[in-house]
């Protein structure tokens, strides 16, 4: 479901639910001593889209590879790689792709319903507010805050590995178009790639199977 958002040089691998109820199958020993005392759930989501990255980078022609987790969850990829996660209730993926075509890349699944109370406010600025009022009108189905959360992300997903550097929620802004794009406009310093400042990540979003999906791809 994710590779219809994304271009043809990532690969990516989604499954809906856990692909074994091992708790520890196809994991690397490095991988299994970071989620040795976590909860059975925990265990699943872990392994599953561990799983889902190495299929994604076998199509790439890539060994197979511990994925360990470093600050803020960001994944330590192998050199030459980069690549984003997702998870969440009923669906996980992963997508990779070379650094040499791709600089970096962030995506995100969500179930489509509305965010708790309160949520919306605080992850989120009054113009991109008034924008999602105006996306509800022409796509009543998809719920917008969930959309503009999983939005912002897959921004700092993209964000992340270039800067290291922490981005708030209300660092981005973002405008929704009803077809099936976005752009978020960084409201702090935007990461150099290649000698050039991207102040602006651009994405695209789709909906189905009761979920919201986003993704988010800078080219090398």
């Known amino acids: 479901m994710i590779e219809a958002i994304l271009p043809p040089e990532v ?39 561990r799983l889902c990255a190495r299929r994604a980078m076998d199509e790439l ?11 803020r969850g960001a994944v330590s990829w192998p050199d030459g790689v980069t690549g984003s996660m997702t998870h969440c209730a009923g669906y996980r993926a992963a997508a990779v792709a070379r650094t040499g075509a791709i600089a970096s890349l962030g995506i995100d699944a969500e179930p489509n319903r ?9 992850v989120s600025l009054p113009r991109e507010r008034a924008g999602l009022a105006a996306l509800a009108r022409r796509r009543p189905k998809v719920c917008g805050d969930r959309l503009l959360f999983s939005a912002k992300e897959s921004v700092f ?3 992340y590995p270039l800067t290291r550097r922490e981005l708030d929620f209300t660092e981005a802004e973002l405008d929704f178009d009803p077809a099936g794009t976005f752009s ?5 310093p935007g990461p150099e790639v290649a000698g050039q ?7 695209r979003w789709s909906v189905g199977r009761g979920f919201v999906l986003t993704a988010i791809v800078l080219p090398a």
């Open 61 to 71: 022609g890539l060994p197979p590879a511990p994925l360990l987790p470093g600050k």
């Open 197 to 203: 400042r991207h102040d602006t990540f651009c994405g």
């Open 11 to 49: 690969a990516a691998v989604g499954v809906f639910g856990d692909l074994s109820p091992r708790e520890d199958c196809g994991l690397f020993p490095a991988e299994t001593a970071v989620i040795a005392r976590s909860v059975a759930r925990r265990r699943a989501e872990f392994t599953t889209v």
């Open 114 to 122: 509305p965010l708790p109370d309160g949520v919306l406010e605080v």
């Open 157 to 159: 997903k993209t964000w």
């Open 184 to 188: 978020a406009r960084l409201l702090v």
